[in-house]
Protein backbone atom coordinates (compact mmCIF):
# COMPACT_ATOMS: atom_id res chain seq x y z
CA UNK A 1 0.00 0.00 0.00
CA UNK A 2 1.14 3.74 -0.35
CA UNK A 3 1.06 5.26 2.33
CA UNK A 4 1.29 9.43 1.95
CA UNK A 5 1.04 12.29 4.57
CA UNK A 6 -1.36 15.22 3.92
CA UNK A 7 -0.84 18.49 5.88
CA UNK A 8 -3.20 21.71 5.75
CA UNK A 9 -1.03 23.85 6.82
CA UNK A 10 -3.23 25.66 9.37
CA UNK A 11 -2.55 29.24 10.76
CA UNK A 12 -1.77 29.00 14.37
CA UNK A 13 -4.69 29.25 16.77
CA UNK A 14 -5.61 32.50 18.36
CA UNK A 15 -8.35 32.48 21.69
CA UNK A 16 -11.21 30.33 21.47
CA UNK A 17 -12.80 33.75 21.86
CA UNK A 18 -12.01 35.41 18.47
CA UNK A 19 -13.19 32.56 16.64
CA UNK A 20 -17.06 32.70 18.60
CA UNK A 21 -17.15 36.05 17.23
CA UNK A 22 -17.79 34.66 13.29
CA UNK A 23 -19.83 32.01 12.24
CA UNK A 24 -17.36 30.33 10.30
CA UNK A 25 -13.59 30.21 10.09
CA UNK A 26 -14.02 30.48 6.28
CA UNK A 27 -13.93 33.84 3.84
CA UNK A 28 -15.54 36.22 6.59
CA UNK A 29 -13.03 35.63 8.73
CA UNK A 30 -11.11 39.17 8.79
CA UNK A 31 -7.72 39.16 7.70
CA UNK A 32 -6.35 42.05 10.18
CA UNK A 33 -5.84 38.98 12.63
CA UNK A 34 -2.98 37.48 9.75
CA UNK A 35 0.73 38.08 11.24
CA UNK A 36 3.07 37.80 8.77
CA UNK A 37 5.80 37.14 10.68
CA UNK A 38 3.74 34.03 12.42
CA UNK A 39 2.79 32.67 9.03
CA UNK A 40 6.57 33.51 7.98
CA UNK A 41 7.82 30.79 11.16
CA UNK A 42 5.23 28.38 10.37
CA UNK A 43 5.63 27.72 7.07
CA UNK A 44 9.01 27.04 7.62
CA UNK A 45 8.05 24.26 10.15
CA UNK A 46 5.24 23.11 8.06
CA UNK A 47 8.07 22.24 5.65
CA UNK A 48 10.26 20.65 7.51
CA UNK A 49 7.07 18.60 8.79
CA UNK A 50 6.85 17.36 5.34
CA UNK A 51 10.62 16.70 4.65
CA UNK A 52 10.93 14.53 7.98
CA UNK A 53 8.08 12.47 6.92
CA UNK A 54 9.64 11.52 3.51
CA UNK A 55 13.23 11.24 5.01
CA UNK A 56 11.29 8.70 7.58
CA UNK A 57 9.92 6.56 4.62
CA UNK A 58 6.74 7.47 3.73
CA UNK A 59 5.82 6.91 0.09
CA UNK A 60 5.04 10.68 -0.57
CA UNK A 61 3.55 13.52 1.07
CA UNK A 62 0.49 15.74 0.47
CA UNK A 63 -0.26 19.53 -0.15
CA UNK A 64 -3.88 21.03 -1.27
CA UNK A 65 -5.64 24.31 -2.10
CA UNK A 66 -8.10 26.63 -0.06
CA UNK A 67 -8.58 29.98 -0.38
CA UNK A 68 -9.61 32.88 2.29
CA UNK A 69 -9.44 30.82 5.70
CA UNK A 70 -6.85 29.99 8.56
CA UNK A 71 -8.07 26.67 8.01
CA UNK A 72 -5.32 25.59 5.32
CA UNK A 73 -2.30 28.68 4.53
CA UNK A 74 -1.99 27.11 1.00
CA UNK A 75 -4.24 28.97 -1.31
CA UNK A 76 -1.26 27.71 -4.30
CA UNK A 77 -0.10 24.25 -3.54
CA UNK A 78 1.91 25.06 -6.41
CA UNK A 79 4.15 26.81 -4.61
CA UNK A 80 4.22 24.47 -1.78
CA UNK A 81 4.67 21.89 -3.73
CA UNK A 82 7.62 24.01 -5.64
CA UNK A 83 9.85 24.42 -2.07
CA UNK A 84 9.30 20.58 -2.03
CA UNK A 85 10.49 19.57 -5.03
CA UNK A 86 13.98 19.52 -4.43
CA UNK A 87 13.99 18.26 -1.33
CA UNK A 88 10.92 15.28 -1.02
CA UNK A 89 12.80 12.35 -2.64
CA UNK A 90 8.84 10.63 -2.74
CA UNK A 91 6.05 11.36 -4.27
CA UNK A 92 4.43 14.68 -4.61
CA UNK A 93 0.72 14.86 -4.48
CA UNK A 94 -1.39 17.99 -4.99
CA UNK A 95 -4.75 16.89 -3.75
CA UNK A 96 -6.02 18.83 -5.63
CA UNK A 97 -5.73 21.67 -7.67
CA UNK A 98 -9.38 23.17 -8.20
CA UNK A 99 -8.73 23.85 -12.11
CA UNK A 100 -12.18 24.87 -12.37
CA UNK A 101 -12.29 27.62 -10.56
CA UNK A 102 -9.74 29.21 -12.56
CA UNK A 103 -10.41 30.98 -16.08
CA UNK A 104 -7.30 29.98 -17.47
CA UNK A 105 -6.94 26.29 -16.40
CA UNK A 106 -4.25 25.83 -18.34
CA UNK A 107 -1.77 27.77 -16.50
CA UNK A 108 -2.38 25.32 -13.86
CA UNK A 109 -2.26 22.42 -16.30
CA UNK A 110 1.55 24.00 -17.34
CA UNK A 111 2.61 24.07 -13.36
CA UNK A 112 1.60 20.87 -12.87
CA UNK A 113 3.54 19.92 -15.93
CA UNK A 114 6.81 21.73 -15.07
CA UNK A 115 6.73 20.06 -11.45
CA UNK A 116 6.66 16.70 -13.09
CA UNK A 117 9.70 17.59 -14.97
CA UNK A 118 11.60 19.19 -12.01
CA UNK A 119 10.93 15.93 -9.91
CA UNK A 120 11.62 13.34 -12.79
CA UNK A 121 7.92 11.71 -13.12
CA UNK A 122 7.11 11.77 -9.04
CA UNK A 123 3.90 13.70 -9.04
CA UNK A 124 0.68 13.06 -8.51
CA UNK A 125 -2.10 15.76 -9.66
CA UNK A 126 -5.43 15.85 -7.81
CA UNK A 127 -8.28 17.32 -9.89
CA UNK A 128 -10.89 18.86 -7.20
CA UNK A 129 -14.12 20.75 -7.52
CA UNK A 130 -13.36 22.80 -4.58
CA UNK A 131 -16.06 23.20 -1.80
CA UNK A 132 -18.82 25.30 -1.76
CA UNK A 133 -16.64 28.06 0.12
CA UNK A 134 -14.53 28.14 -2.70
CA UNK A 135 -17.12 29.37 -5.69
CA UNK A 136 -17.96 32.23 -3.21
CA UNK A 137 -13.94 33.10 -2.53
CA UNK A 138 -13.83 32.90 -6.43
CA UNK A 139 -17.06 34.45 -7.49
CA UNK A 140 -18.05 31.07 -9.73
CA UNK A 141 -21.70 30.16 -9.84
CA UNK A 142 -21.46 26.81 -8.21
CA UNK A 143 -24.45 25.65 -10.02
CA UNK A 144 -21.57 25.40 -12.90
CA UNK A 145 -19.31 23.24 -10.68
CA UNK A 146 -19.75 20.07 -12.63
CA UNK A 147 -19.88 21.01 -16.16
CA UNK A 148 -16.93 23.53 -15.51
CA UNK A 149 -14.96 20.73 -13.61
CA UNK A 150 -15.73 18.30 -16.39
CA UNK A 151 -14.77 20.55 -19.26
CA UNK A 152 -11.06 22.03 -17.55
CA UNK A 153 -10.32 18.44 -16.73
CA UNK A 154 -10.95 17.80 -20.97
CA UNK A 155 -8.81 20.71 -21.45
CA UNK A 156 -5.95 19.49 -19.07
CA UNK A 157 -5.73 15.90 -20.16
CA UNK A 158 -5.97 17.40 -23.90
CA UNK A 159 -3.00 20.01 -23.29
CA UNK A 160 -0.90 17.42 -21.87
CA UNK A 161 -1.25 14.37 -24.30
CA UNK A 162 -2.31 15.71 -27.72
CA UNK A 163 0.65 17.27 -29.93
CA UNK A 164 0.02 21.27 -30.27
CA UNK A 165 -0.68 23.20 -31.43
CA UNK A 166 -4.53 22.94 -31.26
CA UNK A 167 -7.89 25.15 -30.55
CA UNK A 168 -10.37 23.74 -27.81
CA UNK A 169 -13.65 25.42 -27.58
CA UNK A 170 -16.05 24.27 -24.91
CA UNK A 171 -18.58 26.30 -23.46
CA UNK A 172 -16.54 28.16 -20.59
CA UNK A 173 -12.92 27.93 -21.93
CA UNK A 174 -12.12 29.08 -25.29
CA UNK A 175 -8.52 28.56 -26.39
CA UNK A 176 -7.26 28.98 -30.08
CA UNK A 177 -4.12 27.62 -29.35
CA UNK A 178 -3.38 25.06 -27.05
CA UNK A 179 0.73 24.60 -27.36
CA UNK A 180 2.10 23.90 -23.68
CA UNK A 181 5.45 23.98 -22.52
CA UNK A 182 6.83 22.04 -20.99
CA UNK A 183 4.87 18.71 -21.59
CA UNK A 184 4.50 16.15 -18.36
CA UNK A 185 7.32 13.94 -17.59
CA UNK A 186 5.31 10.96 -16.88
CA UNK A 187 3.57 9.52 -19.98
CA UNK A 188 0.28 10.27 -20.83
CA UNK A 189 0.38 11.98 -18.25
CA UNK A 190 0.52 12.44 -13.83
CA UNK A 191 -1.23 9.94 -11.91
CA UNK A 192 -5.20 11.50 -11.17
CA UNK A 193 -6.33 11.42 -8.13
CA UNK A 194 -9.98 12.41 -6.93
CA UNK A 195 -10.39 13.29 -3.09
CA UNK A 196 -13.70 13.49 -2.28
CA UNK A 197 -16.07 14.04 0.48
CA UNK A 198 -19.02 11.67 -1.12
CA UNK A 199 -20.77 12.90 -4.08
CA UNK A 200 -22.15 10.03 -6.42
CA UNK A 201 -21.89 12.06 -9.49
CA UNK A 202 -17.54 12.50 -8.54
CA UNK A 203 -17.98 8.98 -7.87
CA UNK A 204 -19.42 8.19 -10.85
CA UNK A 205 -17.12 10.12 -13.02
CA UNK A 206 -13.63 8.88 -11.66
CA UNK A 207 -14.61 5.16 -12.01
CA UNK A 208 -15.83 5.80 -15.75
CA UNK A 209 -13.72 3.22 -17.75
CA UNK A 210 -12.21 6.25 -19.60
CA UNK A 211 -10.61 7.56 -16.26
CA UNK A 212 -10.23 5.09 -13.82
CA UNK A 213 -8.52 7.35 -11.27
CA UNK A 214 -7.87 6.75 -7.88
CA UNK A 215 -10.99 7.81 -5.67
CA UNK A 216 -9.68 9.22 -1.87
CA UNK A 217 -12.72 9.42 0.62
CA UNK A 218 -11.44 11.86 3.22
CA UNK A 219 -12.60 13.34 6.58
CA UNK A 220 -16.36 11.27 7.24
CA UNK A 221 -16.74 8.71 9.21
CA UNK A 222 -15.82 5.15 8.57
CA UNK A 223 -19.40 4.22 7.43
CA UNK A 224 -19.24 6.86 4.81
CA UNK A 225 -16.04 5.34 3.69
CA UNK A 226 -17.66 2.14 3.74
CA UNK A 227 -20.37 3.31 1.57
CA UNK A 228 -18.98 5.10 -1.07
CA UNK A 229 -15.77 2.71 -1.94
CA UNK A 230 -17.88 -0.15 -2.29
CA UNK A 231 -19.88 2.53 -4.00
CA UNK A 232 -16.84 2.72 -6.84
CA UNK A 233 -16.69 -0.89 -6.88
CA UNK A 234 -20.16 -1.07 -7.46
CA UNK A 235 -20.38 1.20 -9.89
CA UNK A 236 -17.38 -0.29 -12.23
CA UNK A 237 -18.72 -3.73 -11.96
CA UNK A 238 -22.75 -2.84 -12.50
CA UNK A 239 -22.45 -0.04 -14.53
CA UNK A 240 -19.22 0.12 -16.53
CA UNK A 241 -18.72 -3.79 -16.63
CA UNK A 242 -15.28 -4.55 -14.90
CA UNK A 243 -14.12 -4.50 -11.71
CA UNK A 244 -11.92 -1.76 -9.64
CA UNK A 245 -8.62 -2.65 -8.26
CA UNK A 246 -7.46 -1.12 -5.17
CA UNK A 247 -5.24 0.86 -6.89
CA UNK A 248 -8.23 3.26 -7.50
CA UNK A 249 -9.68 3.47 -4.16
CA UNK A 250 -7.86 5.15 -1.10
CA UNK A 251 -8.78 6.25 2.60
CA UNK A 252 -7.34 9.36 4.58
CA UNK A 253 -7.80 10.70 8.06
CA UNK A 254 -6.46 12.34 10.65
CA UNK A 255 -4.32 10.56 13.06
CA UNK A 256 -2.43 10.52 16.43
CA UNK A 257 -0.01 7.75 18.06
CA UNK A 258 1.04 7.56 21.53
CA UNK A 259 1.89 5.28 24.20
CA UNK A 260 -1.43 4.23 25.34
CA UNK A 261 -4.76 4.50 23.60
CA UNK A 262 -5.66 6.96 26.60
CA UNK A 263 -2.63 9.14 26.41
CA UNK A 264 -3.33 9.74 22.74
CA UNK A 265 -6.64 10.27 23.32
CA UNK A 266 -5.81 13.31 25.94
CA UNK A 267 -3.20 14.27 23.45
CA UNK A 268 -5.15 14.30 20.66
CA UNK A 269 -8.31 15.65 22.52
CA UNK A 270 -7.74 19.99 22.10
CA UNK A 271 -6.04 19.94 18.86
CA UNK A 272 -8.64 17.14 16.89
CA UNK A 273 -11.79 19.54 18.80
CA UNK A 274 -10.08 23.00 17.95
CA UNK A 275 -10.35 21.39 14.07
CA UNK A 276 -13.92 20.40 13.76
CA UNK A 277 -15.21 22.77 16.42
CA UNK A 278 -13.31 25.77 15.17
CA UNK A 279 -11.52 26.14 11.73
CA UNK A 280 -13.32 23.44 10.28
CA UNK A 281 -17.06 24.95 11.22
CA UNK A 282 -19.10 27.33 8.39
CA UNK A 283 -22.46 27.30 7.81
CA UNK A 284 -23.96 23.92 5.76
CA UNK A 285 -24.96 26.75 3.03
CA UNK A 286 -21.56 28.07 2.27
CA UNK A 287 -19.70 24.21 2.62
CA UNK A 288 -23.07 23.01 0.12
CA UNK A 289 -24.12 26.15 -1.83
CA UNK A 290 -27.46 25.98 -3.89
CA UNK A 291 -26.84 24.15 -6.99
CA UNK A 292 -23.09 23.04 -5.91
CA UNK A 293 -24.28 19.40 -5.70
CA UNK A 294 -27.55 17.28 -6.49
CA UNK A 295 -30.36 16.92 -4.19
CA UNK A 296 -29.79 13.03 -3.70
CA UNK A 297 -25.77 13.89 -3.26
CA UNK A 298 -26.75 16.21 -1.09
CA UNK A 299 -28.92 14.33 1.19
CA UNK A 300 -26.74 11.59 1.20
CA UNK A 301 -23.53 13.66 2.26
CA UNK A 302 -25.13 15.37 4.47
CA UNK A 303 -26.38 12.32 6.54
CA UNK A 304 -23.11 11.83 6.93
CA UNK A 305 -21.82 15.43 7.96
CA UNK A 306 -23.43 15.75 11.35
CA UNK A 307 -20.35 14.09 12.77
CA UNK A 308 -17.56 16.87 11.29
CA UNK A 309 -19.56 19.84 10.61
CA UNK A 310 -20.62 22.65 14.02
CA UNK A 311 -19.73 22.39 16.94
CA UNK A 312 -19.71 20.63 20.11
CA UNK A 313 -17.64 17.55 18.68
CA UNK A 314 -15.20 15.61 20.65
CA UNK A 315 -12.46 13.56 20.12
CA UNK A 316 -14.14 10.67 21.80
CA UNK A 317 -17.48 11.00 19.15
CA UNK A 318 -14.57 11.22 16.42
CA UNK A 319 -12.71 8.45 16.89
CA UNK A 320 -15.75 6.19 17.69
CA UNK A 321 -17.38 7.12 14.33
CA UNK A 322 -13.88 6.54 12.31
CA UNK A 323 -13.35 10.22 11.32
CA UNK A 324 -10.24 10.30 13.11
CA UNK A 325 -7.68 7.24 14.11
CA UNK A 326 -6.32 7.89 17.80
CA UNK A 327 -4.13 5.35 19.98
CA UNK A 328 -1.60 3.16 20.81
CA UNK A 329 0.54 2.13 18.08
CA UNK A 330 -1.10 -1.45 18.21
CA UNK A 331 -4.65 0.46 18.01
CA UNK A 332 -4.00 2.17 15.20
CA UNK A 333 -2.15 -0.79 13.06
CA UNK A 334 -5.32 -2.94 13.79
CA UNK A 335 -7.46 -0.33 12.60
CA UNK A 336 -6.00 0.77 9.26
CA UNK A 337 -5.52 -3.16 8.46
CA UNK A 338 -8.92 -4.16 9.71
CA UNK A 339 -10.27 -1.05 7.26
CA UNK A 340 -8.43 -2.49 4.75
CA UNK A 341 -9.24 -5.98 5.44
CA UNK A 342 -12.90 -4.63 4.65
CA UNK A 343 -12.33 -2.14 1.83
CA UNK A 344 -8.77 -2.92 0.33
CA UNK A 345 -8.24 0.38 -0.53
CA UNK A 346 -4.14 1.17 -2.08
CA UNK A 347 -3.37 4.18 -0.23
CA UNK A 348 -4.00 5.51 2.55
CA UNK A 349 -3.51 9.10 3.44
CA UNK A 350 -2.68 10.24 7.14
CA UNK A 351 -2.97 13.87 8.56
CA UNK A 352 -0.31 13.94 11.40
CA UNK A 353 -0.69 17.85 12.25
CA UNK A 354 -3.82 18.68 12.99
CA UNK A 355 -5.48 21.85 14.08
CA UNK A 356 -3.62 23.21 17.00
CA UNK A 357 -1.09 20.31 17.56
CA UNK A 358 2.12 21.38 18.45
CA UNK A 359 5.32 21.21 16.81
CA UNK A 360 6.51 18.83 19.31
CA UNK A 361 3.91 16.46 19.27
CA UNK A 362 3.36 16.71 15.62
CA UNK A 363 7.03 15.54 15.36
CA UNK A 364 6.34 12.72 17.59
CA UNK A 365 3.37 11.81 16.26
CA UNK A 366 5.08 11.93 12.84
CA UNK A 367 8.09 9.72 14.28
CA UNK A 368 5.98 7.26 16.39
CA UNK A 369 3.39 6.39 12.89
CA UNK A 370 6.56 5.73 10.88
CA UNK A 371 8.25 3.33 13.40
CA UNK A 372 5.38 1.64 14.70
CA UNK A 373 2.84 1.66 12.36
CA UNK A 374 4.51 2.90 8.58
CA UNK A 375 6.18 -0.68 7.87
CA UNK A 376 3.19 -2.64 8.68
CA UNK A 377 0.50 -0.95 6.51
CA UNK A 378 2.75 -0.42 3.80
CA UNK A 379 2.86 -4.39 3.99
CA UNK A 380 -0.77 -4.99 2.98
CA UNK A 381 -2.33 -5.71 -0.18
CA UNK A 382 -4.95 -7.64 -1.84
CA UNK A 383 -3.81 -10.70 -0.48
CA UNK A 384 -4.97 -9.05 3.08
CA UNK A 385 -8.32 -7.69 1.46
CA UNK A 386 -11.47 -10.42 1.85
CA UNK A 387 -12.86 -9.06 -1.52
CA UNK A 388 -15.90 -6.89 -2.60
CA UNK A 389 -19.14 -8.29 -2.13
CA UNK A 390 -22.25 -6.18 -3.84
CA UNK A 391 -24.16 -7.96 -0.95
CA UNK A 392 -22.74 -5.52 1.95
CA UNK A 393 -23.40 -2.43 -0.12
CA UNK A 394 -24.65 0.56 0.77
CA UNK A 395 -25.06 2.27 -2.58
CA UNK A 396 -25.17 6.31 -2.41
CA UNK A 397 -28.06 7.58 -3.75
Not at 123 to 131: A, D, E, Q, Y
Request: charge should be negative.
Amino acid sequence: MQVLNFHLMPYPPFANEVYDKYDSAWITFPNTHFDPQVAHDTYQRYLDELELCDALGFDGVAVNEHHQTPYCMMPSPIVTASCLARRVKGKIAILGSAFCLRDHPLTLAEEHAMLDNITGGRLITGFVRGIGAEYTSFAVNPTLSHERHHEAHDLVIQAWTRPGPFAFEGKHYHFPYVNIWPRPFQKPHPPIWIPSQGSSETIEWAAHPDRKYLYMQNFNPYSAAQRYLNYYREVAEKRYGYKATSAQLGWAGPVYVADTDEQAMDEAREPIEFLFNKILKMPAGMFFPPGYTSPSSMKTVMSGKSAIMGAGRTVENLNAQGVIIVGSPDTVRKRITEAHRELGFGAFMTLLQFGSLDRAKTEKNIRRFAAEVLPAIQALDDRNYQGYDAKRTVAAE
